[in-house]
């Protein structure tokens, strides 16, 4: 709450200059946080310690109810047995911790910014209790070129952090690695369509998608609107299934829908796609 009450008020009051002067939506280091705190929300964080570490214990504390559990019941990770996975904008490696209890077999690669990388191999070396064997950690930003050629290339709540110009960046940044068959999975909120959801579900998804908006132009994306930036950044991902998130009224991991493209450079996209309850 107090994370929330010190920056989301006063990133709110400025977007209405904000949409003045980027009228296209582009510019994501212009947003409301960065015209009422001078600087993008991850960067401010780095040159204040203190309130980043006050995120980073919220951002914990958001994922940690629920969060493992809803890892390990949104996706078969018994079928990617002895699979490479990367986990991109990863933190801390509690996605991959989850998903190696699920199915031991999988190597995770973490991938974040260096800083964070550095602390987290700093946290993990304390920790006896984590998956060590089957989890690295590398530097590296989703918005350059993927270095590292895998199986599986996942992104849990990545993509509400960006605009849509920035989303096929990320999405772009995996082209010259990609293997047919290779797998991308994407776990996040999807708002639903008018009507779907129930209504106190519904408001939940649109005000993440207004703090979203005001502190980093990041947004909650409809299922449609992940496609289109996957075939966009993409051509031959192809989308390959869909797993519905629960609707609360709260944020919550168990609302994360899962998401899977599946590259096959041959076609256009248009796979008809497996729809898990
Ligand atoms: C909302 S957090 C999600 C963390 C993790 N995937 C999870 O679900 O717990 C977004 C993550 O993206 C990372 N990140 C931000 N910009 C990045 C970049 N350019 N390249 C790689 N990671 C980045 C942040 O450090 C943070 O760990």
Known sequence: ???????????????????????????????????????????????????????????????????????????????????????????????????????????????????????????????????????????????????????????RQVFLNHSDARARTIFGALKDVLKPGAKVIVIEYVQPSMGEAPIYADMAHRRLDNTMYALMKGKVRELSEFKRVAAEAVPGLEFTSFKQGQFRATHDPRCHCVMEWTYNPKTNGEAAPTVAA
């Not at 008020?9 to 009422?36: I, Q, R």
């Not at 993008?40 to 203190?50: C, M, R």
């Not at 940690?64 to 559990?69: R, V």
Request: one cysteine or more.
């Open 1 to 155: 709450m107090e994370v929330m009450l010190d920056h989301l008020p006063e990133s709110s009051f400025n977007l209405g200059s904000v949409n003045v002067k980027d009228t296209t939506d582009t510019n994501e280091a212009l947003c409301g946080f960065s015209n009422a705190r001078g600087k993008p929300l991850y960067q401010y964080l780095e040159h204040n310690p203190a309130e980043g570490k006050k995120f980073g214990g919220y951002m914990r504390a958001q994922a940690s109810a629920h969060g493992d559990q809803a890892i390990k019941d949104g996706y078969d990770w018994t079928s990617l047995k002895g699979k490479t996975l990367v986990d991109c904008g990863g933190s801390f490696g509690s996605v991959c911790a989850a998903i190696v209890q699920k199915e031991p077999s999988i190597k995770c690669i973490v991938q974040d910014l260096p800083k964070v990388v550095e602390n987290a191999n700093d946290v993990v070396s304390k920790n006896p209790k984590f998956p060590k064997d089957s989890i690295t950690f590398q530097a590296h930003s989703f918005f350059e070129p993927q270095p590292t050629v895998a199986d599986v290339y996942l992104f």
